[in-house]
Nanobody, 121 residues
Framework: QVQLVESGGGLVQAGGSLGLSCAAS????????MGWYRQPPGKQRELVAT???????NYADSVKGRFTISRDNAKNTLYLQMNSLMPEDTAVYFC???????????????WGQGTQVTVSS
């Protein structure tokens, strides 16, 4: 069974840095899109950054210049380095991926369980 498992997160002061990781586990053929979304308290889930197997990453305007998304295709792992964190970055961060399982010709979406990031002022 395919799973996306996040790690990292926690509590940090404003201006600090934090890193998140997301590892895809299970049996699958390939991964196309991987990304991070977040859900601030009382708000809807929103895009943070995405990256495809080829091409440049895509960032939300609110995190450009502060967050960096990267992936290690050999390890099927996605990363998010968050610098200059602000209280408004406080949210549950979710890993997202589109994976193709063996025997399937299409990619389907998977989500991680989410990890809390809290930035204190």
């Amino acid at each position: 069974q395919v799973q996306l498992v996040e790690s990292g997160g926690g509590l940090v002061q404003a201006g600090g840095s934090l890193g998140l990781s997301c590892a895809a586990s299970g049996s699958f053929h390939s991964i196309d899109v991987m990304g991070w979304y977040r859900q601030p308290p009382g708000k809807q889930r929103e895009l943070v950054a995405t990256t495809r197997s080829v091409g440049s990453p895509n960032y939300a305007d609110s995190v450009k210049g502060r967050f960096t998304i990267s992936r290690d295709n050999a390890k099927n792992t996605l990363y998010l380095q968050m610098n200059s964190l602000m209280p408004e970055d406080t949210a549950v961060y979710f890993c997202y991926g589109t994976l193709r399982t063996w025997g399937s010709l299409t990619y389907r979406s998977y989500w991680g369980q989410g990890t809390q990031v809290t930035v204190s002022s």
